[in-house]
């Protein structure tokens, strides 16, 4: 199993999963066209991919989705609450999900779990082969206990990283919206991801990658000291997604 990052941050997020014969999209908070481009950086066809899982409807991960979805025939998987709120006229194909039930598309076997976020029915992913598991959290705005149980002992971890909470405090946003990002339904700080990192089994970790990094409140150099302190390794073994390119292709 393989997985790259399309691209990730406040203007769009989406994940590939690569198990071969199965491939999944993780959001698709691109464009339609803006995943073609993405996907063709990574060599992948849209006709390959057999599903687009689905965390919740804030438009960074869902907005070329429905239209992407309908033009390949790709079906949509999301939670009842995320159908809802995001898909309201959607030509898609739309399998719901159960927030704490495993699934199967293909080879690959899906672990969704809930996670605290203002959105509807939010939930986050671990993604199986059989052999390995992936664990993505974005969108998180507090560590809860169901949140650790869950990706103990991850092969691979995609990990929010969304700010530092100096320089959010310094930042020019609005009040309101410092105490949204921050707060208990909002995003996880650099210090809150490595908090997680010391709370778990890290021994089989062959990969992590810093996801949903701010422009604006946060450094990539920031996330990745905070996560190698937590595991007490080199920095630049951290990896973490940019906006724009993503990462590329890491097996796990
Ligand atoms: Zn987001
Ligand atoms: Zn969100």
């Not at 507090?142 to 320089?167: F, R």
Request: negative net charge; hydrophobic residues 40%.
């Amino acid at each position: 199993m393989r997985f790259a990052s399309l691209g990730s941050g406040s203007r769009g997020n989406s994940l590939i999963v690569d198990a071969g014969d199965t491939k999944l999209l993780l959001d698709c908070g691109f464009s339609a066209r803006s995943v073609l481009g993405r996907l063709a950086r990574l060599a992948i066809l849209p006709e390959e991919i057999s599903g687009i899982l689905v965390t919740h409807e804030h438009r960074d991960h869902i907005a070329g989705i429905f239209r992407f979805s309908a033009r390949y025939g790709i079906p949509v998987y999301l939670t009842h609450g995320t159908h809802v709120a995001a898909s309201q006229g959607a030509p898609a194909e739309c399998r719901l999900i159960d927030a704490h039930a495993k699934f199967s598309v293909g080879s690959v076997e899906v672990s969704p779990f809930p996670v605290p976020h203002d959105a509807r029915e939010p939930v986050q992913f671990v993604i199986s082969d059989g052999l390995s598991r992936l664990g993505v959290l974005t969108d998180c705005g507090v560590i809860t206990a169901h949140v650790t149980l869950v990706l103990a002992g991850c092969q691979a971890l995609v990990l929010e990283c969304n700010h530092d909470p100096g320089l959010l405090a310094a930042s020019d946003y609005p009040a309101p919206l410092k105490r949204r990002i921050a707060g208990d339904f909002g995003h996880l700080s650099n210090a809150q991801a490595a908090s997680l990192l010391q709370q778990i089994d890290t021994s089989m970790l062959r990969h992590i990658v810093a996801a949903h990094l701010s422009e604006q409140n946060n450094r990539p150099d920031l996330a990745r000291r905070a996560l190698a302190q937590a595991i007490n390794c080199e920095e630049d073994w951290i990896g973490v997604a940019s906006q724009e390119e993503g990462t590329g292709w890491r097996e796990v």
